[in-house]
């Protein structure tokens, strides 16, 4: 009886799993197209030669076996022809491996053009994002805005450990090193959401470190910008009044951001209503899942860095109001 192979099992369901979360099969841009090639035709290279080693196995096994009265076989101690024949081929298989990964580099990874000034800065905290538009000065958090149809250069910066930025229907991953910049470009082909994660661990909440890529026709992404510069209204009636004095109260402008002032630590509030999902990626932006957060942000993503203010309903349900009106 055949035992059951568990480790092919899990590798199989691992990449279903992968697959659900982050499509790295369905690419979405020209780079993410052409790692998913040659992604590909390795695999179908390795396969081969996996079924033709084990063919000549079985073939070995079945044609050699030892039979009875079988006189023991003269032993050869070496076969030049062989030797030649086991090096030789690995090393020309992986040579043109070696090219075609070569030519997919120069594919996905051009170097920027001198000077070039990058369209977005992405900057990795733990555990969410900053994105930051330096021609019109917008700012936001766990969602990176880009037109549709062309390339986008992203500056890629830590501003703690080391992260991995990845968006994989679009791009490479690429390293986010404190103290050092590093160039991706993002592109998408059609206009839509596209799932991107932290792929280095950087800590409790790494699984939790998600980002999305919104690609918007240049006219829609034109108008997002120009809405992110104007400046949220002010709360209107008595629930979001008094979630604002609570805001201000439980001086949450320390570690946020808002309207270009405050602190660095946190994620930017000032349009929070309009992003589709809070906790970098981990809920989406409802008034529900705002409030569980509120309530206790550890009991979402243990390790998060936001205090737990020990806030009553009464205050929960003000701050809500008042931050679900920052369109």
């Given at each position: 009886?055949?035992?059951?192979?568990?480790?092919?099992?899990?590798?199989?369901?691992?990449?279903?799993?992968?697959?659900?979360?982050?499509?790295?099969?369905?690419?979405?841009?020209?780079?993410?197209?052409?790692?998913?090639?040659?992604?590909?035709?390795?695999?179908?290279?390795?396969?081969?030669?996996?079924?033709?080693?084990?063919?000549?196995?079985?073939?070995?096994?079945?044609?050699?076996?030892?039979?009875?009265?079988?006189?023991?076989?003269?032993?050869?101690?070496?076969?030049?022809?062989?030797?030649?024949?086991?090096?030789?081929?690995?090393?020309?298989?992986?040579?043109?491996?070696?090219?075609?990964?070569?030519?997919?580099?120069?594919?996905?990874?051009?170097?920027?053009?001198?000077?070039?000034?990058?369209?977005?800065?992405?900057?990795?905290?733990?555990?969410?994002?900053?994105?930051?538009?330096?021609?019109?000065?917008?700012?936001?958090a766990n969602e990176i805005h880009i037109p549709v149809g062309r390339m986008v250069l992203a500056r890629i910066e830590s501003a703690d450990v080391v992260h991995d930025?990845?968006?994989?229907?679009?791009?490479?991953?690429?390293?986010?090193?404190?103290?050092?910049?590093?160039?991706?470009?993002?592109?998408?082909?059609?206009?839509?959401?596209?799932?991107?994660?932290?792929a280095e661990y950087c800590g409790t909440q790494h699984a939790h470190m998600h980002f999305l890529v919104i690609a918007q026709e240049d006219s829609t992404f034109a108008?997002?910008?120009?809405?992110?510069?104007?400046?949220?209204?002010?709360?209107?009636?008595?629930?979001?009044?008094?979630?604002?004095?609570?805001?201000?109260?439980?001086?949450?402008?320390?570690?946020?951001?808002?309207?270009?002032?405050?602190?660095?630590?946190?994620?930017?509030?000032?349009?929070?209503?309009?992003?589709?999902?809070?906790?970098?990626?981990?809920?989406?932006?409802?008034?529900?899942?705002?409030?569980?957060?509120?309530?206790?942000?550890?009991?979402?993503?243990?390790?998060?860095?936001?205090?737990?203010?020990?806030?009553?309903?009464?205050?929960?349900?003000?701050?809500?109001?008042?931050?679900?009106?920052?369109?």
């Open positions: 009886m055949l035992e059951p192979n568990w480790a092919a099992a899990a590798v199989v369901w691992q990449l279903t799993e992968l697959q659900g979360l982050l499509p790295v099969f369905e690419p979405a841009s020209p780079e993410a197209r052409a790692l998913s090639e040659l992604l590909f035709w390795v695999s179908i290279l390795c396969a081969a030669i996996l079924l033709l080693v084990g063919v000549l196995i079985v073939d070995a096994v079945i044609r050699y076996r030892g039979r009875e009265g079988d006189l023991d076989p003269p032993a050869k101690t070496a076969s030049y022809k062989v030797e030649i024949a086991w090096t030789a081929a690995p090393v020309v298989l992986l040579a043109i491996i070696f090219g075609f990964t070569l030519r997919t580099m120069g594919l996905v990874n051009p170097d920027p053009p001198r000077n070039a000034t990058p369209e977005v800065v992405i900057r990795g905290h733990q555990w969410w994002w900053e994105a930051t538009y330096p021609a019109s000065g917008v700012v936001t930025f990845w968006a994989a229907n679009l791009a490479r991953k690429i390293d986010m090193i404190p103290g050092r910049e590093n160039f991706v470009w993002l592109q998408a082909d059609t206009a839509g959401t596209y799932l991107g994660r932290c108008a997002w910008q120009a809405s992110q510069l104007e400046r949220p209204a002010a709360p209107s009636g008595t629930l979001a009044t008094q979630g604002l004095a609570i805001f201000s109260e439980k001086a949450c402008l320390s570690c946020h951001s808002f309207g270009g002032t405050g602190g660095n630590a946190a994620p930017d509030l000032t349009h929070l209503a309009s992003r589709r999902t809070i906790a970098a990626a981990t809920l989406t932006n409802t008034p529900a899942n705002l409030a569980r957060w509120l309530r206790n942000p550890g009991a979402i993503k243990p390790g998060a860095t936001m205090p737990n203010f020990q806030l009553h309903d009464g205050e929960i349900a003000a701050l809500v109001a008042y931050l679900s009106g920052l369109r």
